[in-house]
């Protein structure tokens, strides 16, 4: 049973567009993740955030930028879309609530988004 | 710097086979480790994890021990499934907190496929 929620589930945009990416968990966890999936499956680390106000961009460079003005949302804009912007993206989170930061804590994963810029 | 290696796939296995998905890793200190499945069309779910060394992680059927001398963290399964087809993810978590280091590094995941 998903407590993390992505929206949309699949997203087809004309290049240039703008686009918002949601995420949202109700587990009151302070840590989240935004991985980009590439085709061949490999994750990539692209934002992370360890509560309000925190964001750090992750190991791969991207273009997209993150927010997290509240605990349990943490949406992720592109401002202008183009082909290369084509992939899977997976939000998760992570944190045991009123512990802080809680290291061993596995991360809970949404079911993604899959976006195609046309 | 810190890396986990998993063995490429795809792995295709009849139904009640065994299934062996290896995985090492280079980590300084001591690393948590994981294995995460992906089920076709969904996110990552944890399968089993083990935080020290010798720990034993299982799940489902599914082990993996951690073996520090050789660096590993390999996942068996006595008997498989159809429903078991999904890809398998490796991944190490640094006990240094602070910056990304705290996050978890994945390998970069093997597809399994059983048929009945």
């Known amino acids: 049973e998903a407590d993390i929620y992505q929206t949309p589930r699949y997203l087809v945009i004309g290049t240039g567009k703008k686009i918002t990416l949601e995420c949202s968990q109700t587990m009151g966890h302070d840590k989240m993740y935004w991985y980009q999936q590439d085709p061949g499956m490999e994750l990539h680390l692209i934002h992370y955030?360890?509560?309000?106000?925190?964001?750090e961009k992750g190991d791969l460079s991207s273009e997209s930028t993150v927010s997290r003005i509240r605990t349990e949302h943490f949406p992720l804009t592109l401002e202008s879309a183009r082909p290369s912007h084509t992939s899977q993206y997976l939000c998760a989170s992570s944190g045991v609530p009123g512990q802080g930061r809680s290291y061993n804590s596995p991360l809970h994963f949404g079911n993604g988004t899959r976006l195609t810029v046309t | 710097g810190n890396s986990v290696t998993q063995m490429e796939g795809p792995v295709t296995l009849s139904e009640e086979a065994f299934l062996t998905i290896n995985c090492t890793y280079t980590?300084?200190?001591?690393?948590?480790l994981f294995w995460y499945v992906q089920y076709p069309g969904e996110g990552l779910q944890l399968l089993l994890k083990?935080?020290?060394?010798?720990d034993k992680g299982s799940n489902k059927g599914f082990e993996a021990t951690y073996r520090k001398e050789t660096t590993s963290f390999h996942l068996e399964k006595g008997s498989v499934q159809v429903s078991d087809s999904a890809v398998y993810f490796c991944?190490?978590?640094?006990?240094?907190?602070?910056?990304?280091?705290?996050?978890?590094?994945f390998g970069k995941g093997t597809k399994l496929s059983v048929k009945p």
């Open positions: 083990a935080t020290k060394a010798d």
């Open positions: 980590a300084t200190g001591y690393p948590s």
């Open positions: 955030s360890y509560g309000v106000n925190s964001t």
């Open positions: 991944a190490l978590r640094r006990r240094n907190y602070g910056g990304s280091q705290g996050n978890l590094i």
